[in-house]
């Protein structure tokens, strides 16, 4: 059974930082490209950060790029989003993702909140 569970949401105020973490189980952690996603109420899914399987590269949405940064730990089978300078516009439910040999899983969440 797959499973990946993010952590590490909450409430900050802007300009402050968080560090969001997805533990993975039940696949070869190292095959997969890990994402983190994210949905604010009202609007549709969309890719925030993307680390290919080794860690040796990583992509960034346009409005988190300077700020955010993905990294992944293979030897834990976790990956991290360390988010600073955080805005309001942040504010959304963000969601691990690994794409690889076997398909295609999604983690069940968890809620981020900028505000002051």
């Known amino acids: 059974q797959v499973q990946l569970v993010e952590s590490g949401g909450g409430l900050v105020q802007p300009g402050g930082s968080l560090r969001l973490s997805c533990v993975a189980s039940?696949?070869?952690?190292?095959?997969?490209?890990m994402s983190w996603y994210r949905q604010a109420p009202g609007k549709e899914r969309g890719l925030v950060a993307t680390?290919?399987?080794?860690?040796?590269?990583?992509n960034y949405g346009d409005s988190v790029k300077g700020r955010f940064t993905i990294s992944r730990d293979n030897a834990k089978n976790m990956v991290y989003l360390q988010m600073n300078s955080l805005k309001p516009e942040d504010t959304a439910v963000y969601y691990c993702?690994?794409?690889?040999?076997?398909?295609?899983?999604w983690g069940q969440g968890t809620q981020v909140t900028v505000s002051s």
């Open positions: 039940g696949i070869t952690f190292g095959a997969y490209v």
């Open positions: 993702r690994a794409q690889g040999p076997r398909g295609l899983w």
């Open positions: 680390i290919t399987t080794a860690g040796g590269s990583a």
